[in-house]
């Protein structure tokens, strides 16, 4: 898979962003993730903040995994937020949580996720699940070009 797209993951609780990563390696995925560990740190990425310029346009993440119970501003605020940006609104982003709640999906879906994963608990099927990820989105997916934003 090609390596220069960067992941952003968008992810607090520390068990689950271990598992991705080993999710990652063990798909061969070796592209650059950039952790966020709450939706305020994943906005100053994306837009900057009074500390760090944001990340210009060529460097904007290829595919964003975003986490919906997140502190201090959680993942469905992110996403509205990603999408009411012009610079941002076409980045595929896909929710990667383990609500199962309906009331959820509907609105991911609705503020314009690209897709909803529920997280399976076995890790094996979640193995799996980043390496389709990783397949659809990094190699079999065609992006907008950034010079086109």
């Excluded at 690209?114 to 980043?130: G, L, M, T």
Aim: glycine share 4%; proline share 5%.
């Amino acid at each position: 898979m090609p390596t220069d797209q960067t992941i952003l993951l968008i992810e607090d609780n520390p068990d689950d962003e271990a598992l991705t990563l080993r999710a990652f390696a063990r798909n061969q995925i070796k592209n650059n993730v950039i952790v966020a560990h709450d939706g305020v740190e994943a906005l100053n990425y994306l837009f900057g903040s009074e500390d760090k310029p944001a990340c210009d346009q060529a460097h904007l993440p290829a595919l964003i995994l975003l986490d919906l119970k997140l502190p201090r501003i959680d993942g469905l605020e992110v996403l509205r937020r990603i999408r009411a940006h012009a610079k941002t609104a076409l980045l595929p982003v896909v929710i990667l949580t383990t609500s199962r709640e309906q009331q959820d999906i509907y609105e991911g879906y609705s503020l314009g996720a690209n897709s909803y994963i529920r997280k399976p608990v076995d890790f094996e099927k979640f193995i799996q699940a980043v390496g389709q990820l990783g397949l659809y989105w990094l190699r079999l997916n065609e992006p907008v070009d950034a010079a086109a934003r």
